[in-house]
């Protein structure tokens, strides 16, 4: 029970100090249970010069949920929505960042890369990679050259595109017909590219989920 008890003091303590963190470059406001939307209008107006909006509800019915999220998507620019529940072991998140959120990196990977082995002066220019490591491009990814000797044209960091992309090749969208000649070397990096995100109101996002959950129950009945 005494280790128990350390194990949770320890764990409070590193929570309180994780929300300490937090607070130093973010400022967080606490709204009660029972607020309504006239109290979150007046904490987005007084913080309406802030780069980044949030508003994180830990326990709202679904009527204020509606509600709370449909004004955070009608502002300029939308308030992200966080909806958070825990019921006993279970728990579920709930986000709507607007309609119109930019995601700078999709996956939060490093970006792929791969050891050249040569190029090709054609239009298109083959590009082809030492077998060490599978390539994990994709038609239409966007790379840079650097360390090129031979072909210096391609060390301009100038982001260019791929296509007919295979296991250790593909193709550059670029005539390299008169390039200098690849004599070796080289490493070629995948740039990352932003995405844009349309969120689903919590309303549209339940509606559905219940239009799911019908059809399931509708399949069960006639297996």
């Known amino acids: 029970m005494t280790a128990l008890r350390e194990k949770a003091a320890t764990s409070g303590a590193t929570y309180i100090s994780h929300v300490e963190a937090v607070h130093n470059v973010v400022c967080l406001h606490m709204a009660g249970s029972n607020s309504g939307l006239e109290e979150i ?3 987005a107006s007084a913080n309406a010069s ?24 009608i502002q300029e620019p939308p308030i992200a929505f966080i909806k958070t529940e825990v019921r ?7 986000c709507d960042f607007g309609p119109n959120f930019t995601v700078l990196d999709v996956n939060g990977e490093e970006p792929h890369t791969g ?10 220019a083959l590009v082809s990679c030492v077998d060490d490591e599978r ?13 090129v000797q031979g072909m210096p044209e391609l060390n301009d960091g100038k ?18 017909t008169n390039y200098g000649a690849y004599a070796r070397g080289g490493i070629v990096t995948q740039v990352k590219q932003p995405k844009q995100l349309n969120f689903k109101s919590v309303a549209i996002a339940i509606n559905v989920a219940s239009r799911y ?3 399931e129950e509708v399949d069960n009945k006639i297996l």
């Open 41 to 43: 209008t007046s904490l």
């Open 50 to 73: 802030s780069i980044n909006q949030a508003v994180v509800f830990t326990d709202v019915n679904l009527e204020k949920a509606f509600e709370f999220d449909e004004f955070c998507r």
């Open 88 to 94: 006993g072991l279970f728990g579920s998140v709930f």
């Open 115 to 124: 050891i050249i082995a040569s190029i090709s002066n054609d239009n298109p």
């Open 135 to 147: 390539l994990e491009f994709q038609d239409g990814d966007l790379v840079l050259f650097s360390e």
């Open 159 to 176: 982001p260019r595109k791929v296509k007919n992309t295979r296991p250790y090749s593909f193709n550059l969208d670029e005539d390299t």
């Open 213 to 215: 959950a019908r059809l």
